[in-house]
């Protein structure tokens, strides 16, 4: 008999780190000591604060270089990076130093940002809580799925594949245990960074919708 | 007074549920809030409507407030103007008064919570009775910490650094201390009379009592007669499109009438659109609320021009109402809009004008943004997740790891 889906949810407390950057050297000085949760925050606070698409940068290290900096070539690299390809946030650090590093050696930045623009540096503790929803089969699964709050989708989707280093999301890996494979490959393939998380959840509906049915 | 249920229509079902899920794992702890006024001020406001919707979750909440005579709270409103920048003295004598009347309170107040929440400077150095019981000790900044005068905030800073953890209320405000700081913006709450959805006849009412056109264009400011306002700014603004697009401005506000110089500030800008009537200068008085809540909504952009601002809680009004906003890039206010996409960023008159003159030109674009904003506001500085934020930082005394499971 498979283990039972239980949902649970992530609901996230910001820390402030007492720590700025005025320029892009401190920058990478912050990038390279600080907390992993602090790397988390900003490349995902966007993503769960707004729960829709956003036109800018989606991580704070790359909005700070376009707005602030106003260094639009490294801020559209910064940007660029694919989160999604990532499994631990250790590589995500190592991606944005390098980036970070390239650039200070080759062009030598001198910018500074105007006052009250400087960079904050933030980390955030995740508290995750059991809900009251279970599935024992796919049919539960999709009653469940359409129920749950938008923060524990994200938790299972983003959070757990990458922070808590499951490096598969806990959706795909439960479909697996019960003999999904292709439904888990689906899921797998989906980009939660380029679409809404309402929109994930339509999709998700769809995608297992299907292999309900056979 | 709302209930909690009251707000799922606006934050949907699962929003309501995670609260009573967070407050479940705090119903063994009693949370006693210690501030110096139960009435008037920004924490006892917040404190008023806070308390009973903890209590509504099953969180055993109390509140407490010290003692203190004229010549305490003189000294402690020259702490607060020192906080905030202002350069004057407070000396030796005066701080010894500030920490003989913490310590008379810290002898009668009964400390019965688990947690210990206090808020502001005032009864800051009540944390000396740490050593004696114990307990967890919350200290809570509801103040610009920006540019403090330095001598005061390393006097604070003795105390501040004996909390097990501090709370602020904007990136900017953060210190370098030797406890956890955390971040907690405030709120607005959508049911209250300044947010609530109001019957059209009660804004048309509102509109003919202020002899305001309903049928062209209204530019509205709401804040309080003050120069970090900048109300003259925005006449000049206005006065920069208004050769272009036939508009009216609504500058609109209450202040203290005894208040030196904002009665001069008031002097001011009547002088300054003396010569225009589509200028309507509005001094409301205190328990306004739903004027100006009628004033936003029917307003067609919403300007906040401040030179400084704390969190810049009217621009979290205006975009919850989707109005489209134009405010300056100061204090929180870059936290609630970013440019171009749920609200306009600006820094001068002319950026101001010519983003006023546009947004007056494209409604379709104006429209975007206030719904983009509306969004913004209702995630993420609704009530809902300011009680959601004091649940986890209760829960956060009790685990220093960055990933907890309960």
Known sequence: ?214 | MPAIKDYTPIVGQGVIDELYLLAEKCKDKIVQNINSTSVGGGVAEILLRMIPFLRELGVAVRWDVIKGDEKFFTITKKMHNALHGVDLEITESELEYFLAINEMNTQEINFIGDIIFVHDPQPVALINKKTQISKKWLWCCHIDFTEPQENIINFLELYINQYDSAVFSAPSFARKLKIPQVLISPSIDPLSDKNKELPSETILKILEQFQIDKNRPIVTQISRFDYLKDPIGVIKTYKKVKQYVDCQLILAGGGATDDPEGLKVLQEVREAAVDDPDIHILFLPPASDTEINALQVASTIILQKSLKEGFGLTVAEALWKGKPVIASAVGGIPLQITHKYSGILTYSIDGTAYYLKQLLNEPEYAKKLGENGRNNIKNNFLITRHIRDYLLLFLSLYYDEDIVHL
């Not at chain 1, 699964?141 to 989707?157: C, E, G």
């Not at chain 1, 393939?189 to 999709?203: A, N, Q, S």
């Open chain 1, 1 to 214: 008999m498979p283990t039972p889906f239980y949902f649970k949810t992530g609901l996230r407390l910001i820390q402030l780190l007492g720590i700025r950057a005025k320029n892009l050297q401190e920058l990478l000085d912050g990038i390279e000591t600080l907390p992993l949760s602090s790397i988390y925050y900003h490349t995902h606070r966007l993503l769960y604060q707004q729960l829709a698409l956003y036109p800018e940068p989606p991580n704070d290290f790359a909005y700070w270089i376009n707005q602030s900096l106003n260094i639009k070539e490294l801020g559209e690299a910064m940007a660029s990076v694919n989160i999604a390809r990532f499994r631990y946030v250790q590589e995500l650090r190592n991606q944005f130093i390098n980036i970070l590093n390239d650039y200070i050696e080759n062009e030598n930045p001198m910018t500074i940002a105007p006052e009250g623009q400087e960079f904050h540096f933030m980390k955030c503790q995740t508290f995750i809580l059991p809900t009251p929803f279970v599935a024992d089969n796919i049919d539960e699964f999709i009653v469940a799925l359409k129920r749950v709050s938008i923060n524990a989708l994200y938790f299972h989707l983003i959070e757990s594949r990458l922070r808590l280093q499951n490096g598969v999301n806990d959706f795909s890996c439960w479909l697996r245990n019960i003999g999904e494979e292709k439904a888990a490959i689906e899921i797998e393939r989906l980009d939660p960074y380029t679409i809404t998380l309402e929109g994930l959840r339509r999709k998700l509906i769809v995608i297992i919708s299907k292999y309900a049915c056979h």
